[in-house]
């Protein structure tokens, strides 16, 4: 009689990790590259003017680059979470599989849309701007609509998300998203109807940072779930 030697099988390596650990560095490269930005730029103030002007001036490649290489990261995460998404149960893991991935990766299309539209120079940035609201010009107005679209999914996102950990009974993610999904609408429309305050402009700071910590965490918590 023979015996039975039992098959040693090496641990899953699912794809979704790499690309979510991609979404996990996208928040921190964003934040960083930008806050630098506004720290030593001439003439910004962090009080009066968003992080969409630093796409102007002699300098304003970096920002674009930041906004395209971000989008990668972002879209990337998307791939990730729409593989970490198709377990689970029911209803739950249908909406989320769905609707969560393509809404933020619709956020990181958004950041490709800021970037070959950048915002027009206002509120006396970059440096020889004249003071003032400035001139509105088609690229300004496409920048606001693609930014506004955008914002709109990655909130969006956070609710759908927020739904799929209720019904896991994860209670603390689902009022985390929630709560950042509301903070990052709030901001955007103090943002846009603020005109330069200080209040709108440093809220709307506050709301990305939040959206962007949140995607980083998600990713991470899926890195360590997914099998």
Do not use: K
Request: proline share 5%; charged share 10%; hydrophobic share 50%.
């Amino acid at each position: 009689m023979t015996a039975h030697v039992p098959t040693i099988r090496p641990a899953a390596i699912t794809p979704a990790r790499p690309l979510l650990m991609l979404g996990v560095a996208a928040g921190p490269l964003y934040v960083a590259a930008g806050l630098a930005q506004a720290l030593t730029r001439e003439g910004f103030d962090l009080t009066r003017h968003s992080w969409s002007l630093l796409a102007n001036g002699d300098l304003g490649w970096i920002q674009t680059a930041n906004f395209l290489v971000t989008a990668v990261l972002t879209i990337a995460a998307a791939a990730g979470l729409r593989t970490a998404l198709s377990g689970g149960p029911g209803a739950a893991r249908s909406r989320g599989a769905r609707w969560a991935p393509a809404l933020v990766a619709a956020f990181g299309v958004s950041l490709i849309g800021a970037a070959l539209f950048p915002a027009d120079p206002a509120l006396g940035f970059p440096a020889g701007t004249p003071d003032g609201p400035g001139t509105v010009t088609a690229t300004g107005l496409a920048h606001l609509a693609v930014g506004g679209i955008g914002f709109s999914c990655m909130a969006a996102a956070c609710y759908v998300i927020a739904s799929r950990f209720a019904r896991e009974g994860r209670r603390g993610w689902a009022i985390y998203s929630r709560v950042t999904g509301t903070a990052f609408l709030m901001s955007f429309a103090g943002i846009a109807s603020g005109g330069g305050a200080a209040w709108s402009t440093l809220g709307f700071v506050a709301g990305m940072v939040a959206v962007w910590c949140w995607l980083s965490l998600v990713s991470l918590h899926f890195t360590r779930t997914t099998a």
